[in-house]
C-alpha cells in the first residue's frame, strides 16, 4: 500500500500494539547498560575498564549492523511488509541474548574476555534486529503530525513500563536471588522471558499497521544518501541534540546503580525505589506531555523536559550516605516527569524528519534514518560507557566478587558524584543549544507537501 491518509486518526489498538513493542527494546538497552558493568564488577571480579571497554567494543560493531539492517529493511519485500519480519526474527534473538550475557559463569582470563565479547556483538545484533525497523515504521504509519505525537505518546508510557522491569524488577529478582551469580542468572532468565513476549505482542498487534512496500522505495544506500542527510538540517540538529542525551544516559546509568551501593550505602533498595518513582512518572506524565506538545510545539517541550532532568541530576551533589527514601522517590518522579517529555517530543520528531526528507527528495528511506538515530543512541552510549568504565578504574575502583562491597576510595566517591551529576548536565545543556535551532514544525510540512503535490500535480 503506497497511499495513505494524510492524517486519519490510529486505531488505539493499533497504538498499543506497537507501543508495547518498546518493553523488549528498553529491556534489551537498559538492562544491559546498568546491570553488565555491575555484574562484571561485583560478580566475576573484573575490572571497570574492561566492562566499560567490552561495551565500547560491541557498540562500534553495532554501528555497521544498524545502517546494513537499516537499509535491507528498506528494500525487503515479503507479506508481512519492510518492517516486521525484522521484529519477529529480533524478538527470539534479543532474548537468547540476555541469557547469554547474564548466565555467564565458570570462566576467566580470555575466555572470560572472548565468550563476553562475542555475547555482547550478538546481543547488539539482536538489539538492532528489532529496534531499527522498529523505529522506521512511524514514519510509515502516519503522515499526520499531531498523530505522530499521540502513537509516539503509547510508545514513551510503554518506556516507563521497560524502564520499570528493566531497572526496578531486575534490582528485586537480583537481590532476591542473593546478589551474586544466582541473583543475575534468576533476572536474565526472567527479563529474556519478558522481552520475547512484549516484542511478539509488538509483531502481532502492528500487523494492520499501513506502509509502503518496497516495490514503491526501492533504493540501494549510495554515497549520496549520506550527503542528503547531512543537508537535512531538521534531523543534523535533533541527531546532535540526541548524542548529548545519551552520552548523558550512557553515564548515568550504569553510574546510578554503583552510586546508591557505594556512596548511599541504599543498596539494591535505593535503585529499586529510584526505578519505580522515575518510570511511574514516565507513565503518568504522557497526557500531560502529549496535549503541550499540541499546545506550545514539540521543541520547545524537548527543552523543558531536558532543563527538569539537567536541574534534577545537580541535586545528587547534595546526597550524602543515609539520604532518605522519600528524597530518593521525590527525585526519580523530577526526572522522570522530564524524561517523559523529552524522550516523546525527540521520538515524535524523528518521524518529521523522515517526512521532510521525503518531501525534498521523494525516495523513502525510513530505515537508513532509523538506523542513523540508532548509530547515535549507541554511539553515545558507547563513547559514555566506555569512559565511564576508564575513569572509574583511573579513580580506583575496587572490584569484587559474589555481590560483596568494599569501601571506595574518595576519589572513586568523587567521581560518582561527578558520573551522576554533574557530567549529564553538561550534556543537556549541550543538547537544550543545538535544538534550539530546530524549526520543522506542521506549518513548514504541510506547506512542502502543497509545494510537491503541485508540483508532481503539473
Same mark, same amino acid.
Request: proline share 3%; charged share 10%; net charge positive.
Given at each position: 500500500?503506497?497511499?495513505?491518509?494524510?492524517?486519519?486518526?490510529?486505531?488505539?489498538?493499533?497504538?498499543?500494539?506497537?507501543?508495547?513493542?518498546?518493553?523488549?527494546?528498553?529491556?534489551?538497552?537498559?538492562?544491559?547498560?546498568?546491570?553488565?558493568?555491575?555484574?562484571?564488577?561485583?560478580?566475576?571480579?573484573?575490572?571497570?575498564?574492561?566492562?566499560?571497554?567490552?561495551?565500547?567494543?560491541?557498540?562500534?560493531?553495532?554501528?555497521?549492523?544498524?545502517?546494513?539492517?537499516?537499509?535491507?529493511?528498506?528494500?525487503?519485500?515479503?507479506?508481512?511488509?519492510?518492517?516486521?519480519?525484522?521484529?519477529?526474527?529480533?524478538?527470539?534473538?534479543?532474548?537468547?541474548?540476555?541469557?547469554?550475557?547474564?548466565?555467564?559463569?565458570?570462566?576467566?582470563?580470555?575466555?572470560?574476555?572472548?565468550?563476553?565479547?562475542?555475547?555482547?556483538?550478538?546481543?547488539?545484533?539482536?538489539?538492532?534486529?528489532?529496534?531499527?525497523?522498529?523505529?522506521?515504521?512511524?514514519?510509515?504509519?502516519?503522515?499526520?503530525?499531531?498523530?505522530?505525537?499521540?502513537?509516539?505518546?503509547?510508545?514513551?508510557?510503554?518506556?516507563?513500563?521497560?524502564?520499570?522491569?528493566?531497572?526496578?524488577?531486575?534490582?528485586?529478582?537480583?537481590?532476591?536471588?542473593?546478589?551474586?551469580?544466582?541473583?543475575?542468572?534468576?533476572?536474565?532468565?526472567?527479563?529474556?522471558?519478558?522481552?520475547?513476549?512484549?516484542?511478539?505482542?509488538?509483531?502481532?498487534?502492528?500487523?494492520?499497521?499501513?506502509?509502503?512496500?518496497?516495490?514503491?522505495?526501492?533504493?540501494?544506500?549510495?554515497?549520496?544518501?549520506?550527503?542528503?542527510?547531512?543537508?537535512?538540517?531538521?534531523?543534523?540538529?535533533?541527531?546532535?541534540?540526541?548524542?548529548?542525551?545519551?552520552?548523558?544516559?550512557?553515564?548515568?546509568?550504569?553510574?546510578?546503580?554503583?552510586?546508591?551501593?557505594?556512596?548511599?550505602?541504599?543498596?539494591?533498595?535505593?535503585?529499586?525505589?529510584?526505578?519505580?518513582?522515575?518510570?511511574?512518572?514516565?507513565?503518568?506524565?504522557?497526557?500531560?506531555?502529549?496535549?503541550?506538545?499540541?499546545?506550545?510545539?514539540?521543541?520547545?517541550?524537548?527543552?523543558?523536559?531536558?532543563?527538569?532532568?539537567?536541574?534534577?541530576?545537580?541535586?545528587?551533589?547534595?546526597?550524602?550516605?543515609?539520604?532518605?527514601?522519600?528524597? &530518593?522517590?521525590?527525585? $526519580?518522579?523530577? *526526572?522522570?516527569? =522530564?524524561?517523559? @517529555?523529552? /524522550? !516523546?517530543?525527540? #521520538?515524535?520528531?524523528?518521524?518529521?524528519?523522515?517526512?521532510?526528507?521525503?518531501?525534498?527528495?521523494?525516495?523513502?528511506?525510513?530505515?537508513?534514518?532509523?538506523?542513523?538515530?540508532?548509530? &547515535?543512541?549507541?554511539? $553515545?552510549?558507547? *563513547?559514555?560507557? =566506555?569512559?565511564? @568504565?576508564? /575513569? !572509574?578504574?583511573? #579513580?580506583?575502583?575496587?572490584?569484587?566478587?559474589?555481590?560483596?562491597?568494599?569501601?571506595?576510595?574518595?576519589?572513586?566517591?568523587?567521581?560518582?558524584?561527578?558520573?551522576?551529576?554533574?557530567?549529564?548536565?553538561?550534556?543537556?545543556?549541550?543538547?537544550?543549544?543545538?535544538?534550539?535551532?530546530?524549526? !520543522?514544525?506542521?506549518?513548514?510540512?504541510?506547506?512542502?507537501?502543497?509545494?510537491?503535490?503541485?508540483?508532481?500535480?503539473?
Amino acid at each position: 500500500m503506497s497511499e495513505r491518509p494524510a492524517a486519519a486518526t490510529l486505531p488505539t489498538r493499533l497504538c498499543l500494539g506497537f507501543g508495547v513493542g518498546t518493553v523488549g527494546a528498553s529491556i534489551l538497552t537498559n538492562t544491559i547498560a546498568v546491570y553488565f558493568p555491575t555484574f562484571m564488577v561485583t560478580v566475576l571480579g573484573q575490572s571497570a575498564a574492561l566492562a566499560g571497554g567490552l561495551v565500547m567494543f560491541s557498540k562500534i560493531y553495532d554501528i555497521f549492523a544498524d545502517v546494513f539492517i537499516g537499509a535491507m529493511s528498506d528494500r525487503t519485500k515479503s507479506r508481512w511488509g519492510r518492517r516486521r519480519p525484522y521484529l519477529f526474527v529480533g524478538a527470539f534473538s534479543s532474548a537468547l541474548s540476555l541469557l547469554l550475557v547474564f548466565w555467564a559463569h565458570g570462566m576467566e582470563g580470555t575466555v572470560l574476555v572472548g565468550y563476553m565479547a562475542f555475547a555482547l556483538v550478538f546481543y547488539s545484533t539482536a538489539y538492532s534486529l528489532f529496534n531499527v525497523p522498529y523505529f522506521a515504521m512511524p514514519g510509515e504509519m502516519t503522515d499526520s503530525y499531531h498523530e505522530r505525537l499521540r502513537l509516539m505518546s503509547f510508545r514513551t508510557a510503554f518506556v516507563g513500563i521497560g524502564q520499570l522491569v528493566s531497572l526496578a524488577l531486575t534490582a528485586w529478582l537480583i537481590k532476591v536471588g542473593g546478589g551474586g551469580s544466582d541473583g543475575f542468572h534468576l533476572m536474565g532468565g526472567v527479563v529474556a522471558v519478558i522481552a520475547l513476549g512484549t516484542m511478539l505482542l509488538c509483531f502481532f498487534g502492528t500487523a494492520s499497521a499501513k506502509r509502503v512496500e518496497a516495490s514503491t522505495a526501492k533504493h540501494t544506500f549510495t554515497t549520496r544518501d549520506i550527503t542528503t542527510i547531512f543537508t537535512n538540517r531538521p534531523l543534523i540538529l535533533l541527531m546532535g541534540a540526541k548524542l548529548t542525551q545519551y552520552l548523558a544516559f550512557g553515564m548515568v546509568q550504569p553510574a546510578n546503580l554503583l552510586f546508591m551501593l557505594n556512596v548511599l550505602h541504599l543498596g539494591y533498595s535505593g535503585q529499586i525505589g529510584l526505578a519505580i518513582a522515575q518510570n511511574v512518572a514516565v507513565f503518568g506524565s504522557q497526557p500531560i506531555w502529549a496535549r503541550m506538545g499540541r499546545k506550545f510545539g514539540k521543541r520547545n517541550c524537548y527543552i523543558l523536559g531536558v532543563m527538569i532532568m539537567a536541574c534534577a541530576g545537580l541535586s545528587w551533589l547534595l546526597a550524602e550516605p543515609g539520604l532518605p527514601m522519600w528524597q &530518593v522517590w521525590l527525585r $526519580g518522579v523530577v *526526572i522522570g516527569f =522530564g524524561s517523559g @517529555g523529552s /524522550l !516523546l517530543m525527540s #521520538a515524535s520528531m524523528l518521524p518529521d524528519a523522515m517526512q521532510y526528507d521525503y518531501l525534498r527528495t521523494g525516495q523513502r528511506r525510513e530505515g537508513i534514518f532509523s538506523s542513523f538515530y540508532a548509530i &547515535v543512541e549507541k554511539g $553515545g552510549f558507547a *563513547i559514555s560507557v =566506555g569512559t565511564t @568504565g576508564f /575513569l !572509574l578504574a583511573a #579513580a580506583g575502583y575496587v572490584s569484587t566478587v559474589e555481590g560483596n562491597l568494599v569501601q571506595q576510595s574518595e576519589s572513586t566517591i568523587r567521581a560518582l558524584y561527578f558520573l551522576v551529576g554533574v557530567f549529564p548536565a553538561v550534556m543537556f545543556v549541550a543538547g537544550v543549544v543545538l535544538i534550539l535551532f530546530y524549526n !520543522l514544525d506542521q506549518e513548514k510540512l504541510q506547506r512542502m507537501a502543497a509545494e510537491r503535490q503541485a508540483t508532481e500535480g503539473a
